[in-house]
C-alpha cells in the first residue's frame, strides 16, 4: 500500500531552521507522481507550501519564497523541505502529498492541489519568539 511518512519538525526559535523529510514507499514510483508540502496552522485552512517535480523543478508559495527549499532524493523516494528563517507564522503541522503525475508538477501545485489525495500523518513544528 502506498504511504507518505514525515519526520523532522519540532519546536524551534524564529529566525532558526529545521528539516523536513518524507519517505514515499517502495510502491511509489516518483517519476509517476508529484510531490508536496502543505500545512495547516489552528483555524486556517490547508495551504500549499512548496512543490517538486522528477526534474527537481520547484514552486514555492510566496510566504516562504527564499526561506524554504524543497528537494527530492529519487534513488530513496525521499523529500525534503530546509526551513530557514523561520517565524512565528510558520507554525502549523505539515503534510507530505502525493498526486499523480499526468502533467507537469508546477502546474498541479500552482492551479490543482486538489490533484494530491494521498497523504502523511503530518509533523508539527512550532516557532516561538
Known amino acids: 500500500r502506498e504511504r507518505l511518512v514525515e519526520s523532522g519538525g519540532g519546536s524551534v526559535q524564529s529566525g532558526g531552521s529545521t528539516r523536513l523529510s518524507c519517505v514515499a514507499s517502495s510502491e511509489y514510483d516518483v517519476s509517476r507522481y508529484c510531490l508536496a508540502w502543505f500545512r495547516e496552522a489552528p483555524g486556517k485552512e490547508r495551504e500549499g507550501v512548496a512543490g517538486?517535480?522528477?526534474?527537481?523543478?520547484?514552486s514555492y508559495a510566496d510566504s516562504v519564497k527564499g526561506r524554504f527549499t524543497i528537494s527530492q532524493d529519487n534513488a530513496k523516494n525521499t523529500m525534503y523541505l530546509e526551513m530557514n528563517s523561520l517565524k512565528p507564522e510558520d507554525t502549523a503541522k505539515y503534510y507530505c502529498a502525493a498526486a499523480p503525475r499526468y502533467t507537469k508538477c508546477r502546474e498541479l501545485f500552482v492551479n490543482r492541489k486538489r490533484e494530491y489525495k494521498t497523504w502523511g500523518q503530518g509533523t508539527q513544528v512550532t516557532v516561538s519568539s
Open positions: 517538486v517535480d522528477f526534474d527537481g523543478s520547484t
